[in-house]
C-alpha cells in the first residue's frame, strides 16, 4: 500500500461516517443508515467504474471498503453522543475524501484511455456523486447543485493534474498538488463564504 | 423450467402489480403505470447485471419479462376495483418475490465469481431496488430505508445461503430454505410490528 | 457527417439547453446549470450505452458532445431575457430532439443485437430519459409519467420504425418517417391538449 491507498480509506471512512449521520439524523432505522452510508461513500467510484467498464467495480475487487463502511457505521452508533459536536473536525476528513477520491478516479479513468476531457469528469463524479446518490435517497435536491463550491473544487484538482501531466511533472508531486489545491480551494470557499455566481430570480418570476 | 423459474415469474408478476397499484394511486397515465410497473419489477436485477457485467441483461436477455409486466398492468386495470381491497393478499405475492429474487440474485452473482460478502449484497439489490427506483420516481424517500424489515429480510436469507454453501447442503434445499428464511422474518416482522432500532431523535434536534 | 448526425448535434443542443433553462430557473449556481444540462441532453444516450454494453458510452467516445452542452449553457446565460420568452420556440427543438434521439437509440440497439422490443424500450430510453433524471436530480416527479404524450410518441416512432423495417422499406425513408411521426404525434397532442387515460381517483380516496 503506498500513501494514495492510505489516502482512500481515509476519504472512504470519512464520507461513510457523513452519510450515517445524515440518515440517523433523518431517523433512518440500522439497516438504512448502512445504506446510505454505502453508497455515499463507495456509490461515486461505483459510477465512474460501470460508465468506463473498470470491471469487477470497487468494492466487488477490494472488499475491504464494505468493511471499512460497517466500522464507520459501528463508530458512528457508538459515539453518536460525542460525533455530532465534534462535525467541525470531519470537515477536514470530508475534504481530505474529496480531493482524493478526484485523483483516484482520474487516475482510474485515464489508465482505461478516456481522454483528458472525460478523466477530469469522471474524477469529479468519482469524489461528489457518492453524495449526489445520497441526497437523491434521502429525498434532497442533491446539495452539489445548490449551496457550495464543492464539485467544482474537485474539477479544478482534475485540471491542475491534468495541466501538470502534459507538462510532464513528478507524478508523485501531481498529485500531491491535485490534492492540496482541491483542499485549499473548498476550504477557502467554506471559509470566506464563497458562491459560484447564479442568475437573479426575477427573470424566472416575470414569466410565470 | 424449474421450480425457480416459476417461482421468479410469479415474482416478477406480483412486483409489477404492486408497482402498478402505485403509480396508478399517484395518478399516473397509462404510460406512467407502465414504466413504474417495469422498474418496480426489473430495476433490481437490471442494477445488478450492470454492477456485476452480466451482459444481455435480465430483460434484454429473456423478453418474456416484458410481456409479464404488460400483463401485470393490464390486469391491474382490468380488475383495479377488485384488487384494491383485496392488497393483503398481495403482500403474500410481494414476499415470495423478495425471497425468490434474493436466491436467484445471488446464485446469479455468485457465477460471476464476486465473493460470498458481495454476492449476498447482490441479493439484497436484485430484490429490494426494484422498489427504491419506484419510491425515486413517485418522489418518496424509499420506503425500505425507513419502514420495514425488507431489505433486511433479504440480507438475513443471503446469509443463510452462504453459510449453508460453505457446510456444503444439497442446494436444492438450501434455496429453499433461504427462500422460507426471508418469508418467515418478513412476515413476523409485519404481523408483530417489528422494527430495526432508530437513533433518538433529541440527540439530533439538540444540536440544531 | 450525414444528415443524422447533425439532427443529433441540434437534439443535444436543444436538450441542453432546456435543462440549463430548468437548472437557472431552479437558482442552481453555474456549476448546477452545466450538470443538469449535461444529463438532459446525454443522460438517456448514457444509459442506454450501459444497458447494451455499448463502450465507451456517448460522451467519451464523442467529446464534441461535451463542447455541445457547454455551448448550450453559454448561450443561455448570454441570451437568457431573451430566450425565456422565446420558449414557444424550443418546443420545436426539443420535439426535434425526441424523435431523432428515438431513431439514433434504437438503431444503436439495433447494432446490438438486443432484439426489436427491447431496441423500442431503447430508443425511449434514450429520448426520454435525460429528462426523467433532470426530474430527480430537481427533485420533482418526472414529468413524463405525468402530463404528456412525450415518452410514448417516442414508442410508437419506435413501433414505426420496427414495422417498417420488418417490411423491408428503404432505411433513409424510415428514418425520416419515424422522426415525422414522433413529431406529428407530439405536437397534435400539445395542440389538442391529449392525455392517455388514467384511472380516477375516487377508487384509491375510497380506501385510504
Same mark, same amino acid.
Given at each position: 500500500?503506498?500513501?494514495?491507498?492510505?489516502?482512500?480509506?481515509?476519504?472512504?471512512?470519512?464520507?461513510?461516517?457523513?452519510?450515517?449521520?445524515?440518515?440517523?439524523?433523518?431517523?433512518?432505522?440500522?439497516?438504512?443508515?448502512?445504506?446510505?452510508?454505502?453508497?455515499?461513500?463507495?456509490?461515486?467510484?461505483?459510477?465512474?467504474?460501470?460508465?468506463?467498464?473498470?470491471?469487477?467495480?470497487?468494492?466487488?475487487?477490494?472488499?475491504?471498503?464494505?468493511?471499512?463502511?460497517?466500522?464507520?457505521?459501528?463508530?458512528?452508533?457508538?459515539?453518536?453522543?460525542?460525533?455530532?459536536?465534534?462535525?467541525?473536525?470531519?470537515?477536514?476528513?470530508?475534504?481530505?475524501?474529496?480531493?482524493?477520491?478526484?485523483?483516484?478516479?482520474?487516475?482510474?479513468?485515464?489508465?482505461?484511455?478516456?481522454?483528458?476531457?472525460?478523466?477530469?469528469?469522471?474524477?469529479?463524479?468519482?469524489?461528489?456523486?457518492?453524495?449526489?446518490?445520497?441526497?437523491?435517497?434521502?429525498?434532497?435536491?442533491?446539495?452539489?447543485?445548490?449551496?457550495?463550491?464543492? =464539485? !467544482?473544487?474537485? $474539477?479544478?484538482?482534475? @485540471?491542475?493534474?491534468?495541466?501538470?501531466?502534459? %507538462?510532464?511533472?513528478?507524478? *508523485?508531486? /501531481?498529485?500531491?498538488?491535485?490534492? =492540496? !489545491?482541491?483542499? $485549499?480551494?473548498?476550504? @477557502?470557499?467554506?471559509?470566506?463564504?464563497?458562491? %459560484?455566481?447564479?442568475?437573479? *430570480?426575477? /427573470?424566472?418570476?416575470?414569466?410565470?
Amino acid at each position: 500500500m503506498n500513501i494514495l491507498d492510505y489516502l482512500d480509506y481515509i476519504g472512504t471512512f470519512s464520507f461513510a461516517l457523513s452519510g450515517a449521520l445524515t440518515a440517523a439524523s433523518k431517523r433512518f432505522d440500522i439497516f438504512g443508515v448502512i445504506i446510505i452510508a454505502f453508497v455515499t461513500a463507495l456509490g461515486g467510484g461505483m459510477i465512474r467504474d460501470v460508465l468506463i467498464s473498470a470491471y469487477p467495480i470497487n468494492w466487488i475487487a477490494n472488499q475491504n471498503y464494505l468493511w471499512l463502511v460497517l466500522t464507520a457505521v459501528f463508530v458512528m452508533y457508538l459515539f453518536k453522543s460525542k460525533i455530532i459536536p465534534w462535525s467541525k473536525t470531519f470537515f477536514i476528513f470530508d475534504t481530505v475524501g474529496l480531493g482524493v477520491f478526484t485523483v483516484i478516479g482520474l487516475e482510474k479513468a485515464l489508465q482505461f484511455d478516456v481522454g483528458f476531457q472525460a478523466a477530469i469528469i469522471m474524477g469529479m463524479i468519482s469524489a461528489s456523486f457518492g453524495g449526489v446518490i445520497r441526497d437523491i435517497l434521502t429525498n434532497r435536491v442533491p446539495l452539489i447543485l445548490k449551496r457550495e463550491i464543492y =464539485a !467544482s473544487a474537485s $474539477l479544478f484538482g482534475g @485540471l491542475t493534474y491534468v495541466l501538470g501531466s502534459k %507538462l510532464s511533472w513528478n507524478e *508523485n508531486l /501531481l498529485t500531491m498538488l491535485s490534492i =492540496a !489545491s482541491v483542499i $485549499l480551494i473548498r476550504s @477557502l470557499a467554506v471559509k470566506y463564504h464563497l458562491h %459560484l455566481p447564479r442568475i437573479k *430570480n426575477d /427573470l424566472f418570476t416575470k414569466n410565470q
